[in-house]
Structure formats: C-alpha cells, structure tokens
C-alpha cells in the first residue's frame, strides 16, 4: 500500500461538504487522521474535532481537555459531546457506548456535512471475528462499511483499508502526541480480549491475517449488496407501506431462506432490528404457517407482530394500550398526542367534519366502550361500529384504540375513517379532515 497521506482522505470525500467532522478520541488513530485532514487545504475552516465523552472513565474529562488542547494548535473548531452511555437490562456496556456515541453523532450532522472515524483495517477484522463467533449472517460478517448513510449526512471510515502498524508509522513520523486508554489493556471487554489474547496467537500464524480477513469481509459485503438490492426489488410485492402490513396470502413463488429474508427486511422497515434466527423461525411457525389462532402474537424489541387475514404487522407495544378516559379538545388545538403514542390532527379541507358544527360544539375524543352506531353519508339505516370495523377489514386491536370524536356528547367521527352523516359537510375550506397516525417519534 502507497504511503499514509491526505489523498487517502481526499478520495473518499463529496465533491461538496459543508462541515467535516471528525470523531476525535485523542487515540493514535484518531489523532493521525485528524492530522491527515488537517493536511488537505480545500478542508480548511469546514474541520471540526469532535470528542464524545462517555463519563464512564475518571479521566475521560482529561482526555477531552487533550483534545481541545491539539485542536487549538492544529487551528480546527473543537465539540465536546457528552452522553448517557449506561447500559439497560441485557446490553452490553460496548454496545450501550457505541450505541450512544452513534446517536449523539447522527444528530450532529446537517445535509452535506460528513463525519469521519477512524477505524482501520484490524478494526475491521475484530470486527467481522466477533460477528463470526455471535453466529451472525453475511450482513454482520460483512463488517463495517466504508461509507454509509448517517443521520443528514454521510458517514466515512477512511482508514478501513490501512494497516494499524502504517497508522504508528505515521505518528512517529510526524511527531504525534496522543493519550492511551488504559482499559485496552483489560481483556474483560470482548474485543479487548479477542485484540490482546487471541489475535496475536493467530497472527503468529497467519501474519496477513487482517488484509485477508478483511477482504474475506468485502466478499460478504458485496453479496449483503446483492441480498439487499433483491429484498429492495421484491419487498413492494407483499409490503403495504400505507398500513405497513406484509401479506402472506401466497408465499408460494418464494422459498423460506427468500421469506426469512423479506421478513428481517420489513422488520427493518418498521423500526426493529433484525431478530436471531429463534425469533424468526418462532414467527414463521406461529404466524406465517399458524392457523386458527387470532391471539397469537410475536413480541419483538418492544413491538408485537400479529396476523390478520393473511397480513403481518408490526405495532410498537405502547400504542396497543387502550385510552381510558374522555379527553377534551381545546379549539385552538391543531392535534393532540394521545397516550399510546399516536397523533390527533385536523385539517382544514374541502369535504368532511363541518367546522361549523365543531366550532360551536364541546369536541371529546373518547375510547370505545361498545355498541356504539354510526349513520353514513348516503347509506341507509344506523351501522354498528363493529360491523362497519369487519367490513372495513380494521385489524382487531385497531378497533379498540382507534379514538371516537364527539360532539356534545354525540359520536360524529371515528378519527381517520368516517364521519357521521348529521357531521358530514362538502364546501370548499369548511370541513376538517381527521388524521391519526403514530408519532414520529415512536
């Protein structure tokens, strides 16, 4: 490989970038690429240093006071980030780090601004051996990427291909200072342990092991690609992005690996990570190739995955509880949040709820309780809400946290689905449309 410079950066990055941000740890390895941009005039006044404390070490303000200290002498902006890295039931303390470092940098970024890590090519292999030993698939033997998508912008990881003793070279050849982290040395960490006990042995052996392991990880990435690109292509035929349900009516054209694929891409698509394969195949025995029971669910991360008439869906746990009480609808209110995580909104628009009567009226959004009717604009006669929920095909625990919208004390509209004819107006900029969705933020 050619010698470390700043063309290896320079190739890697946009034609156009507003801001590049460099996750700065004060490490060897972040120290010399933090220099290697620093040597790239057209970058000059776009730099900034960014140190993510973790609070989970003592000296860990010592070391973000280091680098604010070097960003100084190298004339580049400095950005401390501090995060809540605590680990929840079950999480590793690696992957609650990594997990929050990633968060408070995705939020960082703007359109066209980029972040750079500093990981290389043994990063890479740990990488791809932890996944490995974890029984993952060629999406988690694929390693980390090059370039990826990150919040607004773009992530970039220019070093992946360089080997760790050419990053030393660099450093000593250019007179680098940097601080070390005195919890690489302990082996209680997975990665510590793999970095200090195993892959010396190995490299004993095999000394080229990173650049072939990596390359082994390039091989599972380009064919994570093609996966990826036929999941992209097929997904859409069994895949309602509307109600965001995944049909299983005829599955025959596929085989169950395509399925198992299809299904941890809609998951994917809905929020979840993707499931072990336990959880997978549970979901396929119970729900895919299940019949007859309508209680059967799938809990998942904190969504729960049922079967209706031949469709999957994937519901965040929180918006399956039932409200309990009548809420009141301020007028000047354009939308409520309800407590399940869902948004009330209204609208105006040229046929719906008449304004006129809203706006002389006590509006309440109330739970169903049962045996409530709903007369339709130009059908006869007064409908269960039940039967009009079976007609309509509303999966069954839709209609129990689906809002009610009353008027003084009278049902006038089952938000997002109909309105009661006595409610119902057609003039241009006199009715309100009723949406209820859930929160982007679920």
């Not at 700043?6 to 970038?17: E, G, R, V, W």
């Not at 050419?166 to 940097?178: E, P």
Request: proline letters at 5%; one cysteine or more.
């Amino acid at each position: 490989m050619p010698d470390l410079n700043p063309q290896t950066i320079a190739a890697l990055l946009p034609a156009t970038c507003r801001k590049v941000f460099v996750a700065y740890s004060g490490g060897l390895d972040s120290t010399v690429l933090l220099d290697l941009c620093v040597g790239l005039p057209a970058l000059a006044g776009k730099i900034v240093a960014v140190y993510v404390d973790h609070g989970l070490q003592a000296e860990s303000a010592g070391w973000g006071e280091h680098c604010r200290r070097q960003a100084e002498c190298l004339g580049v902006d400095f950005q401390l980030l501090t995060v809540d890295a605590r680990a929840s039931n079950g999480e590793s303390p690696e992957a609650a780090a990594r997990e929050a470092r990633y968060r408070a940098l995705r939020q960082l970024l703007a359109v066209d601004d980029v972040i750079l890590l500093a990981q290389h090519r043994e990063d890479q292999m740990e990488t791809l051996l932890l996944q490995l030993f974890r029984g993952a698939g060629v999406s988690g033997l694929a390693g980390m990427p090059i370039a990826s998508v990150c919040g607004k912008g773009q992530l970039l990881r220019p070093l992946l291909d360089v080997a760790k003793v050419d990053i030393q070279r660099y450093a000593q050849a250019h007179g680098l200072q940097w601080v070390e982290d005195p919890s690489n040395q302990s082996s209680d960490f997975d990665r510590n342990y793999l970095r200090n006990e195993i892959l010396p042995v190995l490299k004993q052996r095999w000394p080229a092991l990173d650049k072939t392991v990596a390359r082994s990880a390039k091989h599972c990435g380009d064919a994570a690609q093609m996966i990826e690109a036929w999941a992209e292509q097929t997904l859409p035929t069994v895949f309602d992005p509307t109600e965001g349900s995944f049909d299983i009516a005829d599955l025959s054209a596929i085989t169950a690996t395509q399925l198992n694929c299809l299904l941890r891409h809609w998951l994917r698509r809905m929020g979840v990570k993707p499931p072990s394969q336990a959880v997978l195949q549970t979901l396929v025995e119970q729900l895919v190739c299940g019949r007859g029971d309508a209680a059967a669910q799938v809990c998942i991360q904190g969504s729960i995955i049922r079967k209706y008439r031949e469709k999957l869906y994937c519901i965040p746990e929180q918006c399956l509880q039932k409200e309990t009480q009548a809420n009141p609808w301020i007028q000047e209110q354009e939308r409520i949040i309800l407590s399940s995580g869902y948004v009330l909104s209204r609208s105006t628009a040229s046929a719906g709820l008449s304004k006129n009567l809203w706006n002389n009226a006590e509006v309440t959004v109330e739970p169903r309780r049962g045996g409530e009717k709903l007369k339709l604009p130009g059908r006869t006669g007064n409908h269960c809400l039940k039967k009009l929920y079976q007609e309509a095909g509303v999966p069954p625990w839709e209609r129990d946290i689906r809002p009610l919208i009353y008027l003084d004390g009278r049902l006038a509209a089952v938000a997002g689905l109909w309105i009661a004819e006595w409610a119902w107006l057609s003039a241009a900029d006199s009715c309100y449309q009723l949406d209820w969705r859930v929160s982007e933020s679920m």
